[in-house]
Nanobody, 124 residues
Framework: QVQLVESGGGLVHTGGSLRLSCAASGLPFNLYIMGWFRQAPGKEREFVSCITKSGGTTYYADSVKGRFTMSRDNAKSTVYLEMNSLNPEDTAVYYC?????????????????WGQGTQVTVSS
């Protein structure tokens, strides 16, 4: 059974930082592209970042570029999202997802497995 378990969310003030983690089990982790998405109240889920299977290349949404850094540790079957300079617009439930495809995708429907999400709230 595949499981993706996010952690590290919480409440921070504007300008603060958080580090999200997503631990995977039940799948050959190094064969999956991993992604982070987020969904704010009343909005559709949106792409945040993704990382290739080897971890050699990362992609970011324009809204987080330069502030967020995604990484992975294949030995630990875990991906991370380091979030800096947070602002209230970053408030959302953050989800990690796994994609077995050959090419990276920023489209959520391309991803095969999803975690339950972790809440990030940024106060002004």
């Amino acid at each position: 059974q595949v499981q993706l378990v996010e952690s590290g969310g919480g409440l921070v003030h504007t300008g603060g930082s958080l580090r999200l983690s997503c631990a995977a089990s039940g799948l050959p982790f190094n064969l999956y592209i991993m992604g982070w998405f987020r969904q704010a109240p009343g909005k559709e889920r949106e792409f945040v970042s993704c990382i290739t299977k080897s971890g050699g290349t990362t992609y970011y949404a324009d809204s987080v570029k330069g502030r967020f850094t995604m990484s992975r540790d294949n030995a630990k079957s875990t991906v991370y999202l380091e979030m800096n300079s947070l602002n209230p617009e970053d408030t959302a439930v953050y989800y990690c997802a796994a994609d077995s495809a050959f090419y990276v995708s920023q489209t959520d429907r391309e991803y095969d497995y999803w975690g339950q999400g972790t809440q990030v709230t940024v106060s002004s």
